[in-house]
């Protein structure tokens, strides 16, 4: 099987300090790849150079792109890179306000990203969104409400709609649960795997929570200090951790 996407070599300096160094994997499709590791681990850096929002200073991230075939995104054109992430990628922020038009309606929001792939029906895109809302278990009363009105879970639901409605392959989610309180985190969580199975999305979500990406993920990989110390098979690495840092991680889980 060919691989969805392949990460070659990235590197990514600020100055003297190291953002992330020389870090390669493969993800095939319907594959959930988790990466964690605590603050300035070098998760987000990594995140944004995959997923085009930062330049790295090195390497390829080469993906299966439905009509042309593996291509390199770090030297795509800036309008390709655009239209590949209103398409076949999609970005989930740990803060749903990054990721929606807060002055928009709930409906509006959803719209949006399917006129931005050229669907131009009115009614047709607001049946969509309707359809979306509920998938997403947000009331179609609320369609033209603004996110401002919204929980902060519900603005969370909503941003992923806004992504998902075109049908994506490849997820990239920044801390999805971050900032919810527990009982909002664990409905989003069995949302958010539902839709991965339902859609057999491929997605990279970065974490420190480990319970997230035991719930979401296939494989992990643990970063400190802008390198990968380890990685595998989420259970085989959590269970049984090699690494003096991945079995602190695990181990400051456990005591809570």
């Given at each position: 099987m060919t691989p969805l996407l392949q990460v070659k070599g990235i590197k990514k300096h600020y100055g003297m300090r190291i953002g992330c160094a020389d870090v390669s994997?493969?993800?095939?499709?319907?594959?959930?790849?988790?990466?964690?590791?605590?603050?300035?681990?070098?998760?987000?850096?990594?995140?944004?150079?995959?997923?085009?929002?930062?330049?790295?200073?090195?390497?390829?991230?080469?993906?299966?792109?439905?009509?042309?075939?593996?291509a390199d995104?770090?030297?795509?054109?800036?309008?390709?890179?655009?239209?590949?992430?209103?398409?076949d990628w999609a970005f989930v922020h740990q803060h749903a306000r990054d990721g929606l038009r807060m002055s928009v309606s709930a409906g509006g929001n959803i719209g949006e990203r399917l006129m931005a792939v050229g669907d131009r029906h009115?009614?047709?895109?607001?049946?969509?969104?309707?359809?979306?809302?509920?998938?997403?278990?947000?009331?179609e009363?609320?369609?033209?409400?603004?996110?401002?009105?919204?929980?902060?879970?519900?603005?969370?639901?909503?941003?992923?709609?806004?992504?998902?409605?075109?049908?994506?392959r490849l997820v990239f989610m920044d801390e999805p649960t971050g900032g919810l309180d527990v009982s909002v985190q664990a409905r989003l969580l069995d949302l958010l795997r539902g839709l991965v199975r339902e859609m057999g999305l491929s997605a990279i979500i970065v974490t420190h929570?480990?319970?997230?990406?035991?719930?979401?993920?296939?494989?992990?990989?643990?970063?400190?200090d802008g390198h990968v110390v380890e990685g595998g098979l989420t259970d085989q690495v959590l269970d049984d951790p090699q690494h003096a840092y991945t079995q602190l991680l695990v181990s400051s889980v456990l005591q809570v």
């Open positions: 994997f493969d993800l095939y499709p319907g594959e959930v790849m988790g990466i964690v590791g605590e603050s300035g681990s070098g998760k987000s850096t990594l995140l944004n150079c995959l997923a085009g929002h930062l330049p790295p200073d090195a390497g390829q991230v080469i993906f299966d792109t439905r009509v042309d075939g593996p995104t770090v030297t795509m054109s800036e309008p390709e890179r655009r239209m590949l992430g209103r398409t009115y009614g047709q895109i607001r049946d969509r969104a309707i359809d979306w809302l509920g998938r997403v278990e947000i009331d009363s609320r369609v033209d409400d603004r996110p401002t009105a919204f929980s902060g879970g519900m603005q969370q639901r909503l941003q992923i709609a806004r992504n998902l409605v075109t049908g994506p929570d480990l319970a997230v990406v035991r719930l979401l993920a296939d494989r992990l990989m643990v970063m400190k």
